[in-house]
């Protein structure tokens, strides 16, 4: 099976503007989150998806947001970047139980000059 | 709530000696446990799980975790450690009534030759 996939691996923007980063997940898993990594915060939970649904949320301002289509891919879209933003942003993908594993994509570098 | 705590941001072990990885959790239900390597610019590798059964887990590249309830520790084990096992851990917690995964600040591993 192929793994979780993400595009782009790396992205530049700089503030002010927005950005889309996808994720594709495993084939016939139903759950995708997004995490943002940090060195100074480490791995922070954004949200997740479960059949097109956000099943959770975390702790982020309302410019991130995200999506999941009927395929379970799943997109997240930052507005309005800021500095701060700069960050490796994972997603993984799981069956959707809380037993269940959560298997990793290589991330998304961004960059925000 | 849920949290997971590493203790030690780094733990230096020479090749070819055991290699402890520790890590404490706090839930108000019961205990999922997970444990994930992370190498230079990748995603998050899965290595082991802890759900319910036996208190001492087994994973890959030879790793195993051993659960503690009374001590509420799941600490990650090796018998003999490789140079190549040098990378960053994560411990991550999710308690049985939610689907969240809760990870630890990390602990990067180094294995000197």
């Known amino acids: 099976k192929a793994g979780v996939t993400q595009t782009p691996r790396y992205l530049i923007k700089t503030r002010g503007q927005q950005v889309t980063l996808s994720c594709s997940p495993i084939?016939?898993?139903?759950?995708v989150s997004w995490y943002q990594q940090t060195p100074g915060q480490g791995l922070q939970f954004l949200f997740e998806y479960f059949s097109e649904t956000q099943r959770n949320k975390g702790n982020f301002p309302g410019r991130f947001s995200g999506r999941q289509f009927s395929n379970s891919r799943s997109e997240m879209n930052v507005s309005t970047l800021e500095l701060g933003d700069s960050a490796l942003y994972l997603c993984?993908?799981?069956?959707?139980?809380?037993?269940?594993?959560?298997?990793f994509g290589p991330g998304t570098r961004l960059t925000v000059l | 709530a849920q949290s997971v705590a590493q203790p030690e941001d780094q733990v230096n072990v020479a090749e070819g000696n055991p290699l402890t990885v520790k890590c404490t959790y706090s839930?108000?239900?019961?205990?999922?446990l997970f444990w994930y390597v992370q190498y230079p610019n990748r995603g998050l590798q899965f290595l082991l799980k802890?759900?319910?059964?036996?208190?001492l887990v087994k994973g890959s590249y030879g790793f195993e975790a051993e659960f503690n309830k009374s001590q509420t520790s799941f600490h990650l084990k090796k018998p003999s450690a490789l140079v190549s096992d040098s990378a960053l851990y994560f411990c991550?917690?999710?308690?049985?009534?939610?689907?969240?995964?809760?990870f630890g600040k990390g602990t990067m591993l180094l294995v000197s030759p």
């Open positions: 991550a917690v999710r308690d049985s009534g939610y689907s969240t995964l809760t």
């Open positions: 839930v108000s239900g019961n205990p999922y």
């Open positions: 084939s016939g898993h139903r759950s």
């Open positions: 802890y759900i319910t059964g036996d208190n």
């Open positions: 993984a993908s799981s069956l959707g139980q809380n037993t269940d594993t959560q298997y």
